[in-house]
């Protein structure tokens, strides 16, 4: 890390905050605690560069001043912002930003308004019994899931910067203290609609919607429609969200109504991991003890989700309620379909389909179920695809220690793969593209992450992100970072 003295044009945002203009009573203007040592121990170089941010300029102690929330840059409003929610199924009328504070906006290199946040920065009028911190584990891990989900394809909030404050922070233990800088196209969340409709605060939640239409669906803008369009539009890309999840084997964990983002972004990484072998029932977080958020719940519940924003909107779809409620109820219960349509056009791909037949659902949903019960690794399984598709079979039948259901089905897709004039190699190649050889592994996750808090080493830390940052390319050489997590330790907990 390199520290620019002096440099008085160092850190320049250049921020243009329309949360804060627009949507006052939306927010409280808050202030982040003072960290007493901060230290920059991750700076996401290639995304600040996305920003439009110096990135040498933001490797400094400067940068760890600004990103810990010691120092506000010119131009930054920082604010808490108000939000609702139901957790679990039960509602919360007050939640809000209770441990982060939004520094701004800025626009990005490719035109896009991006939400700059610390998380971790201290207690603020949302925090009810909460401290307000962030522990420096559970930062880095929402940094490097983010960043892997990003180069999987699949939209995510990102990370810019992790700082460790140099206090400690109480849970079960003393632990040190960290602050996480996240960009995300928007933090607004189906419980900031929630907050205001439980208030019975129709005006804004016209406002939030008009913004929320201004900011991240400009094409609704006039359309006489435009609130049901805009339900239709979060219901689309939730379903394209959730069935990329679905593709990857990723379990957020607490698909609460504040953790689903309009923009159609994953956000708030916590309990969150990848599966290992393939499960529907998977559940890795120690509160969800009903298997509410498991693997295949995951459709369910973000139309459950989209059910509550459709309820916030009723008054605006239409003033008769009937009429409201019948048109709303139309949208949300073509989630399913929207969500299948989503799925089946990412599995073609992962099967090795470049044509588009009407069994193509069943021949998919028959591999994940010859998987099933048989411990057979979901990424591996979809990886050695791609050889099966060349002649070789071995990798693929060694996953299951009777192949027999394997068999069966690879006759089906051999039948299907020669109804289409594609070369084999080319064939395997365009599979490997889509079917990931690295996800973040839950043993790997936490090797990194104890060598990082524990002994303040983060060399595995960058190894993995590097590794994860290209989770398409074989990396031979990091050819164990692939595999599964060994006999034994399969039963992972998150907290
Ligand atoms: P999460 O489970 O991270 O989605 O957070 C749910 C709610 O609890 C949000 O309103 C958070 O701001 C709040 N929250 C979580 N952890 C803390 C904390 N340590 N201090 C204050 N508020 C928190
Ligand atoms: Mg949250």
């Not at 995304?47 to 941010?53: D, F, K, M, P, Q």
């Not at 010859?370 to 690794?377: A, F, L, R, Y």
């Not at 690295?438 to 960058?462: C, K, M, T, W």
Request: glycine share 8%; proline share 6%; aromatic share 10%.
């Amino acid at each position: 890390m390199t520290y620019v003295p002096n440099n008085p044009t160092a850190a320049v945002f250049a921020f243009d905050n329309t949360y804060a203009r627009e949507l006052e009573g939306f927010y409280v203007p808050w202030k982040a605690a003072q960290a007493a040592q901060p230290r920059l121990v991750l700076l996401n170089r290639e995304l600040a560069e996305e920003l439009g941010l110096d990135a040498d300029a933001l490797d400094s102690e400067e940068g760890a001043r600004i990103f810990v929330g010691n120092e506000t840059p010119e131009g930054s409003l920082p604010l808490a912002q108000a939000y609702a929610g139901h957790q679990f199924g039960g509602f919360v009328p007050q939640l809000g930003d209770g441990r982060a504070l939004l520094l701004g906006e800025v626009i990005d290199q490719k035109g896009r308004r991006r939400d700059i946040q610390l998380k971790g920065s201290g207690s603020t009028p949302f925090s009810r019994a909460g401290d307000g911190r962030a522990a420096l584990g559970p930062v880095l891990r929402e940094y490097l899931i983010g960043e892997a989900m990003h180069a999987l394809g699949i939209p995510t909030t990102r990370a810019l910067a992790a700082v460790v404050t140099g206090e400690p922070v109480y849970r079960e233990t003393a632990l040190p203290g960290a602050v996480l800088t996240r960009v995300a196209a928007s933090h607004i969340r189906v419980g900031t609609f929630q907050f205001f409709a439980a208030r019975g605060d129709q005006a804004k939640v016209r406002r939030l919607a008009d913004y929320v239409i201004d900011r991240h669906y400009p094409e609704l803008k006039g359309h006489a429609d435009r609130y049901l369009r805009l339900l239709e539009r979060v219901r689309d890309v939730q379903a394209a969200l959730i069935a990329g999840w679905m593709h990857v084997g990723f379990i957020h964990g607490v698909m609460n109504t504040d953790n689903m983002a309009i923009s159609g972004e994953t956000i708030d990484y916590g309990p969150c991991a990848f599966m290992d072998h393939y499960d529907p029932a998977t559940v890795f977080s120690s509160i969800d003890t009903l298997g509410r958020y498991a693997y295949a719940n995951q459709p369910r519940i973000a139309q459950w989700n989209l059910a509550r924003l459709a309820e916030t909107l009723l008054p605006l779809i239409d003033a008769d309620q009937n009429r409201a409620i019948a048109r709303a109820s139309e949208v949300v219960n073509a989630f399913p379909e929207q969500y299948g349509r989503q799925w089946l056009k990412g599995m073609r791909p992962k099967l090795g389909l470049a044509s588009e037949e009407e069994a193509d659902f069943n021949l998919a949903t028959g591999f994940l179920n010859s998987m099933e019960g048989k411990k057979v690794d979901y990424t591996l399984a979809f990886r050695y695809l791609a050889d099966a598709a060349l002649g070789q079979e071995e990798p693929i039948r060694a996953q299951f220690a009777d192949a027999s259901a394997y068999d069966l089905w690879s006759g089906h897709w051999r039948a299907r793969l020669s109804r289409e004039s594609v070369a084999p190699l080319e064939r395997a190649q365009a599979m490997r593209r889509v079917n990931p050889a690295f996800i973040p592994r839950n043993h790997r996750v936490e090797q990194a992450l104890s060598a990082a808090v524990e002994r303040g080493d983060y060399a595995p830390f960058r190894t993995l992100l590097n590794i994860l940052s290209r989770p398409f390319d074989g990396q031979p050489e990091f050819a164990d970072f692939g595999q599964p997590t060994p006999e034994g330790q399969e039963r992972y907990q998150t907290f």
